[in-house]
T-cell receptor
């Protein structure tokens, strides 16, 4: 079964500190991997995605993520967080299909990030 | 280029009623999917529409139904509302065709409260 696990429900870091959000997935084939961010009362915004190639991917707002196939992980990192990064972060996995079909994304439960001033 | 827009943003219904949520996809996108996000949870896939036909469905009962129109806008209908249907309903669109890059563009959602 396809699943995504985000082990940390809530993380608090100080402004300027580094950040790593964990994501582990279970998928039967090579997946597409995504990180989305959701601010309170808002929809989801794509931070970055991994399809193939370089396992370290860069995204918007200074975020990056590293795909580790051997660990089935896709952790999100940022070297120095800003107060505006406070939000809910979701890891998601989807099929790496080249045929037209249902693009069903499976999301993790999310990690709520709080920034201390 | 306009993004994905959803209406209404908030609504309250009572158990047993029916609700229709609406979504306008991003310009140039012919594929629309709907997700349910319960409080404190990640979004869950309801179904997807491509060229006005449902081409994928998640683990939701038949009382969840949808439509896609020729302009690629979409509706989500839920009949016989239950308390557990209270959630944020997200619409997402993407460009169809190949290759399938999979990237979805989400609206801000419709928050449904069932009393």
């Amino acid at each position: 079964a396809q699943s995504v696990t985000q082990p940390d429900i809530h993380i608090t870091v100080s402004e300027g500190a580094s950040l790593e959000l964990r994501c582990n997935y279970s998928y039967g084939a090579t997946p597409y991997l995504f990180w989305y961010v959701q601010s309170p009362g808002q929809g989801l915004q794509l931070l970055l995605k991994y399809f193939s190639g370089d396992t370290l991917v860069q995204g918007i707002k200074g975020f990056e993520a590293e795909f580790k196939r051997s660990q089935s992980s896709f952790n999100l990192r940022k070297p120095s967080v800003h107060w505006s990064d406070a939000a809910e972060y979701f890891c998601a996995v989807g099929p790496s299909t080249l045929i037209q079909g249902a693009q069903k994304l499976v999301f993790g439960q999310g990690t709520r990030l709080t920034i201390n001033p | 280029e306009t993004g994905v827009t959803q209406s209404p943003t908030h609504l309250i219904k009572t158990r047993g009623q029916q609700v229709t949520l609406r979504c306008s996809s991003q310009s140039g996108h012919n594929t629309v999917s709907w997700y349910q996000q319960a409080l404190g949870q990640g979004p869950q896939f309801i179904f997807q529409y491509y060229r006005e036909e449902e081409n994928g469905r998640g683990n939701f009962p038949p009382r969840f139904s949808g439509l896609q129109f020729p302009n690629y806008s979409s509706e989500l209908n839920v009949n016989a509302l239950e308390l557990d249907d209270s959630a944020l309903y997200l619409c997402a669109s993407r460009a169809g065709g190949l290759p399938n890059t999979g990237e979805l563009f989400f609206g801000e959602g419709s928050r449904l409260t069932v009393l």
